[in-house]
C-alpha cells in the first residue's frame, strides 16, 4: 500500500495484506498520518452517520509468528535506505513534519536549497512521485526495491540499477499507494497490457481501455492524471525520477555517506547481537519499537535497516512477501561514548523517556490513553489541537516507549504500554545506581536510606 512514516512520518506506510509503506508522519486514512512516513483523509467512525461498532471492542492485530511458518529475519546496514528516506523526511510539510525528526529543519532546509540550487526541477519531481502533500502527488517508496538490488547496494549502483528493473515492477512499486484494492496489482498488469497491445495515448477522458478504468477508479480525483500521465509514458517517469534522485545523491547525500556508513554498521551489529540474546518473537517486537504490524498474507521475511534520518519515526513497506522495517538508531546510540565521556552522563534511553514527560500536553495524552486507546484525530479533538501537532507529539511517546501503535479498521491506534510506571522506576533506580529490593516499595526504601536534614 504506499509509504507509511509512522505515518506509512505515525512515516511514512499501512496495514497488511498489501504493500504498503508505513511513516508516523502520514496523513490519515488508514492509519494516523502517511508517511509513515511513511507517508488520505481522516476516517472517523459514525461520521457517515451509519451505526458502526466500537472497533475498540475488537482485539488488536499484532503480528503472531505462531501462525504458520515465521518469517526470515535479516538485518542489513546499506546507506541506500537512508538516502531514500532523507528524500522523505525533506519532503515533508515544513509546517507539520519538520518537527517530527531530529535532523532538524536547518539541515532539511539547507538539503533543499542545495538540491534545486543544482536543477530547481528535481524537488518538484521528487515530490510528484514520492509524495510532498500537493495535489496530485503520489507518495511512492522505493525501499522495498533496495535488498533487490544486486550487492553492492549503496545508493550509486542502486540507481544504476533501477533502469534494469521490468517495467511492470517499476510500475507497482510506484503506484502503490494506501487504500487501493487487493487486485490493484492484476488490474495494473492488465492495464499495461493493454497499453502495449494498443498504443492507447490522449487525455484521462479518452481512456478507452477497461482495465485502465478500473485502475484510474481505485485513485482519488486530484491524482488520477498523474497515474494515467506516468502509464502513458513509464520510461519517461522512470528516467525522470532516477535523475531527480541523482540530483540529491550529487548534492546532498553523498557527502553524509562517510559519517552514516559507520554508525548504521554499529547500529546493525548492536541489532545482531539483540537478535542472538532473545527468541526470534521478542526480537521483532522489540525492533519494532512499539509498531505493531499485521501479519500481511504471505509474509515469508522482515527487513530490519537502521537508520539515521528518519529518527525518531518508523517506515515500513510490505511488498511481494518482504516487509523492510526502517528504524531509528538506537541499540548503539551514544551510550557507551557518553559513559566513556562520563561514567555518570544518562544515556540516550533515559534521556528520551524523561524528556518526553517535561510536556504538559503529552502527560494529557498519557491520561487520556489511560482510560482507552485513541486514535489521531479523536486525541486531537480531545486536546484541542491540529492532527500535526498531536501526531508530533505521539511520534515522541512511541519513540520514547510510552504508547504503542497498531492499525484497526482504517485507523491507527494508539495504546499506553502497560509497564511505564515500571520502567520509569526502574530506569531511574538503574541510573542512580540504586536497585530496587524485593518487597520494600519506593516510599519504605526511600525512608530507609534519606539523608538527614541540615
Known sequence: MGTRTEPQAESAVSPATRGVSRVETRPEPKAEPRTASVSGSGANPGASGEARPDPRLSAPRAVDLRRGRAPEVEIIACPTYDFLLSVHVSLASPDDAYADYDVGRAWIESARARCAARDPQALATLGRYLGDGRPGSLHATLISLVWQCPEPRDPAHFLAWLPTLPAAQFAEALLDQEGLSLDWVSVLQAALAERANRGTTGSTDEVTSPALERLLESYALDVRPTVYATLDNLEGARAELIGALRVWLDTVFAAETPRLEPLLAREAAAMEQRRRELALEPFI?????????SRPAGLRRIIFAP??????????????????????????????????????????EILRFFEALGDSTRLRILRLLADREMYLTELAERLGLTKATTKHHMVRLRAAGFVTLYDRDRLTYYALRPDVARRAAQMLDAYLGRPRQPGITGAARDEQTALPLV
Open 285 to 293: 517486537e522489540l525492533a519494532m519499537r512499539g509498531v505493531q504490524v
Open 307 to 348: 537508520s539515521y534520518f528518519c529518527r525518531p519515526a518508523v517506515y515500513y513497506h510490505f511488498w511481494r512477501g518482504t516487509l523492510t522495517f526502517c528504524a531509528p538508531i538506537e541499540f548503539s546510540s551514544r551510550d557507551a561514548e557518553s559513559s566513556w565521556a562520563d561514567p555518570r552522563a544518562p544515556g540516550d
